[in-house]
């Protein structure tokens, strides 16, 4: 079983603010990485670090962190947003790595 | 910009062993990274294996570890993931990937290779 917990599915309008969380007692210590996959293609870096985004990736995507909970904001959802979003940290041994279960995100 | 190319047999009988390359281009297997294997069964989630550094130091995911094998090999740029026993189970897309390290602990997966899909069955 996963420790890091994301719901399983979250939708948004278009053009509006969505949050997608990952819970975890890791996240207290480390920071999250977070990954879209959208359906037939490979998982892709959106944002890694306190807040850092990979060459390409849209501003309107952010992370945070509070307590044990990380958090991936898109501010202002596009149509092409619409996919399944994966965290990713350490678990409780710093030398293994745990996805969460996934978020499936519907730009409405 | 390096890029990572998955290989291996996209069948594998059950109790038989899975046996799967990742060949690494535009950059060298001997880099700052580690290299990873991730896989994920049909319509479902990412599960992470374990990774390797070009030294050979390894980490498992303890779930799998009696049963996973990660290797490298400098000479040919690419290394390589070992499952025994298989089952239906192991049924899964089999992607490699790139994992760096930052500060305060955080680590991150790219890039990533486009996936192979290994079926176990008779």
């Known amino acids: 079983s996963s420790e890091l917990t994301q719901d399983p599915a979250v939708s948004v309008a278009l053009g509006q603010t969505v949050r997608i969380t990952c819970q975890g007692d890791?996240?207290?210590?480390?920071?999250a990485s977070w990954y879209q996959q959208k359906p037939g293609q490979a998982p892709v870096l959106v944002i890694y670090?306190?807040?850092n985004r990979p060459s390409g990736v849209p501003d309107r995507f952010s992370g945070s962190r509070s307590g044990n909970t990380a958090s991936l904001t898109i501010t202002g959802a596009q149509a092409e947003d619409d996919a399944d979003y994966y965290c990713n940290s350490r678990d409780s041994s710093v030398n293994h790595r745990v996805f969460g279960g996934g978020t499936k995100l519907t730009v409405l | 910009q390096v890029q990572l190319q998955e290989s291996g047999p996209g069948l594998v009988k059950p109790s038989g062993t899975l046996s799967l390359t990742c060949a690494v281009s535009?950059?060298?297997?001997?880099?700052?990274?580690?290299w990873s294997w991730v896989r994920q069964p049909p319509g479902k989630g990412l599960e992470w294996i374990g990774e390797?550094?070009?030294?050979?130091?390894?980490y498992y995911n303890p779930s799998l570890k009696s049963r996973v094998t990660i290797s490298v090999d400098k000479s040919k740029n690419q290394f390589s993931l070992r499952v025994n026993s298989v089952t239906a189970a192991d049924t899964a897309i089999y992607y490699c990937?790139?994992?760096?390290?930052?500060?305060?602990?955080?680590?991150?997966?790219?890039?990533w290779g486009q996936g192979t899909l290994v079926t176990v069955s008779s």
């Open positions: 535009g950059g060298s297997i001997t880099s700052t990274k580690w």
């Open positions: 990937a790139g994992t760096s390290y930052g500060s305060g602990w955080s680590h991150w997966f790219d890039p």
């Open positions: 890791s996240l207290r210590s480390y920071y």
């Open positions: 390797i550094y070009y030294t050979g130091s390894t």
């Open positions: 670090g306190e807040n």
